[in-house]
């Protein structure tokens, strides 16, 4: 009985760990979504007007970054993540902006050139409602679409580089839209500024 029930379990070990294997990879892989997750906190986090001095300072005698910060991913999450197909856009569409939008992501996906996974997915980032307010005062409401019930929304395209090494990986991203990321670093900065 003992054997029995010890196979059994080790069985179930094997297919519970197949199948996180099967969600990890690719896209999915826990590694690269928090990968993208730290490069997006560390773009929003960006102080737009640091002074050579505070630059300079991060930097020991030999060149090598000395003050190295991590960022916090607390309340960021990456959703609707899909595995996109590489080929050129084409065919035939009545929208006069989706041809546009073809070439933005044909032009992003070629930047992403020798990559093992393409992907995209949807950056979601609770906003604090006192800097929301402060920058819709500043901003047309179509610059705001983007948020919606506090939470603020950046469709990202990212790239998985996978090296055989010790499962290493590098991981790079962009978002679609620009201006959305201009938008979260405002709100970030409005919300640094009302907290001191």
């Known amino acids: 009985m003992y054997m029995k029930t010890t ?17 990890g990879s690719g896209c ?9 997750k730290k490069l997006y906190a560390k773009q929003v986090n960006t102080k737009p007007f640091t002074s050579m001095e505070q630059v300079q300072n991060q930097f020991g005698p030999d060149g090598k970054q000395t003050n190295l910060q991590t960022q916090s991913i ?7 993540i899909k595995q996109i197909n590489t080929s050129k856009s084409t065919g035939n569409t009545s929208s006069t902006s989706e041809p ?16 093992d996974y393409i992907c995209e997915g949807v950056i979601q980032q609770h906003v604090d409602q006192n800097a929301l307010t402060e920058v819709s005062k500043d901003l047309p409401q179509q610059d705001l679409l983007s948020i919606k019930n506090n939470q603020l929304t950046i469709p990202v395209y990212y790239a ?22 201009m938008l ?4 970030k900065q409005h919300q640094v500024s009302s907290n001191k």
């Open 100 to 115: 546009q939008q073809n070439e933005q992501r044909d032009y992003l996906i070629s930047q992403f050139e020798g990559a």
């Open 28 to 36: 999915n892989n826990k590694q690269a979504v928090d990968a993208v």
């Open 184 to 187: 979260a670093i405002m709100l």
């Open 7 to 23: 196979i059994s379990l080790f069985g179930m070990m094997i297919v519970l760990q197949g199948c996180s294997l099967f969600e």
């Open 160 to 181: 998985v580089y996978e090296k055989t090494a010790n499962n290493q990986f590098q991981v790079v991203y962009a978002p679609q839209n620009p201006a959305q990321l």
């Open 74 to 80: 607390v309340g960021i999450s990456l959703a609707d």
